[in-house]
């Protein structure tokens, strides 16, 4: 087991004028889960390939433990990869499969044999071992991949979107086992994916990319609760955060018929920038509908808050999310707000919300930055 550091690690790909990873600083912690996320061509893939030898590093340094391996071929890295189509040999049993690495790398049959059992009792595939790929489900297979790599012993798992070929099911089941294994074996493993809840449910800390520039690492959690910029804030969260541009008022923002008040440090930021608009992030269950009956209502009977048309609802039982549009800020803008699945709207019904106090984001509109704290 070891740590992992990029230190400034640069890649271009030549016939590019523009790095597809930028300066990446990150340091992973000895038997940490780092789970690198981002959409299509933002550079995570690279980054392991990277780490993994497979890409050059154009500029900076990685580091596997105290070893600089920024220039050392794969095979002498001390690392696991686990690929998103499973890579395995069509021909071979799946106890063969594997063994493979051991068998080329001189371990005595005894030796794999019993490395082979151990992980495939951690696995589920003992009954398995005699099969070929083909006889087994895609889930199946991956395990096979994953034993692969547990029976090397590395310093290092590396994972490349391993769960992409499965269904969604038992995606959800295999990410589970994935990082309850990743726990009990106490590996440093980095983990890619587009999927931001895979993202969420799995990683000890998320690392976020967009073309090639690292936005924000952190806890899970604390990324959720405090995105660092617009980007973060409506990648992170399914279904994302509303993001509406907004008026500075005294003491607040104009929001629909309400003024919601946010921290002056926030609007003091803004001042500064001389912006006149800040936009305001609401995640979907920190909207409070306000019905209109027995609530307070503003001049000429308009009910407080912001009237959201309702275009499609989804029920997911315990819950429902209202997708509609409002008028904000002489715009139009679509709207995601949950609400409680035993109280559905009905479509083309109006609803007038307020986001919840204190659980608002504010982030200049210029910039992109957080304002709030």
Sequence with gaps: MATVTYDQATRVYPGSDKPAVDKLDIDIADGEFLVLVGPSGCGKSTSLRMLAGLEDVNQGAIRIGERDVTNLPPKDRDIAMVFQNYALYPHMSVADNMGFALKIAGVSKTEIRKKVEDAAKILDLTEYLDRKPKALSGGQRQRVAMGRAIVREPQVFLMDEPLSNLDAKLRVQTRTQIASLQRRLGITTVYVTHDQVEAMTMGDRVAVLKDGLLQQVDSPRHMYDKPANLFVAGFIGSPAMNLVEVPITDGGVKFGNSVVPIEREA?????????????VGVRPEH???????????????????????????????ADGYVYGSAEVGGGHKDLVVRVSGRNVPEKGSVLHVVPRSGETHVFSTSSGERLSD
């Design 267 to 279: 609007l003091d930021a803004a001042g500064q920038r001389g912006d006149t608009t800040v936009t």
């Design 287 to 317: 909207f409070d509908l306000v019905n209109g009956e027995g609530d307070k209502k503003l001049a000429k009977d308009a009910p407080a808050g912001l009237p959201i048309t309702v275009n499609v609802v989804e029920e997911l039982g």
